[in-house]
């Protein structure tokens, strides 16, 4: 089988960083990518790792270490309008396999 | 440059009746993918087309069909709607069906389906 574990909620405070975790179990890996969701829209693609290592976009980094079987996404200098829900999935030979998603709370 | 397109963007239907989805990815993609997202869940895989031909199929009952057409837009086709089936129903193209950066899905606004 697969599965992902991310965690549920997440609350940091405006300018902060925070880090969102994603432990997977799978067979067949490429690579882990990540999602932003806001409420009501679409999956927006913001990154992937095919190797271990972190890659960095903007305020954006992810980190994956394929031997632990875990990655983190890493939000820098938060903003409000960060306030989303983020999914972390799994590349395998065809489709993606989605974790349940952080809801990221973003306050004042 | 335009996006990945579905319509109609709402739907409501009743139980037992069909419905049917539309997908048009971006210019230059030619794999189309549908995801099924439930309230409160991460979005599910239900088909890979590419090239007009299935290259995937999620855990899905018969119910659910789809066809990719020449242009590369696809169809999502519903038979029997339960009232499970309510959800925001996702497209994502790439431009192929394999892995790597180059082949990252990029998902449309999606189709919201209430079933009563």
């Known amino acids: 089988g697969q599965s992902l574990e991310q965690p549920s909620e997440v609350t940091a405070v405006e300018g902060a960083i925070v880090q969102i975790n994603c432990t997977y179990q799978t067979s067949g890996f490429y690579g882990l990518s990540w999602y932003q969701q806001h409420d009501g829209g679409a999956p927006t693609f913001l990154s992937y790792?095919?190797?271990?290592g972190l890659e960095e976009t903007g305020r954006f980094s992810s980190f994956l270490s394929r031997s632990d079987s875990y990655g983190y996404l890493l939000l820098q200098e938060l903003q409000m309008k960060d306030s989303a829900s983020y999914f972390c999935?799994?590349?395998?030979?065809?489709?993606?396999?989605f974790g349940k998603g952080t809801r990221l709370s973003v306050i004042a | 440059d335009a996006g990945v397109t579905q319509s109609p963007t709402h739907l409501i239907k009743t139980r037992g009746q069909h419905v049917t989805l539309r997908c048009s990815p971006i210019?230059?993609?030619?794999?189309v993918s549908w995801y099924q997202q439930v309230l409160g869940q991460g979005p599910q895989f239900i088909f890979q087309?590419?090239?007009?031909?299935?290259?995937g199929r999620g855990n899905f009952p018969d119910r659910f069909s789809a066809r990719q057409f020449p242009n590369y837009s696809s169809e999502l086709n519903v038979n029997a709607l339960l009232l499970g089936d309510s959800a925001l129903y996702l497209c994502?193209?790439?431009?192929?069906?394999?892995?790597?950066?180059?082949?990252?899905?990029?998902f449309g606004p999606g189709t919201r389906l209430t079933v009563l």
């Open positions: 999935a799994v590349r395998r030979n065809t489709p993606l396999v």
């Open positions: 087309y590419y090239e007009k031909e299935e290259r």
């Open positions: 994502a193209s790439s431009p192929k069906a394999g892995t790597g950066i180059i082949n990252t899905q990029y």
């Open positions: 790792n095919a190797l271990d």
């Open positions: 210019s230059g993609h030619k794999s």
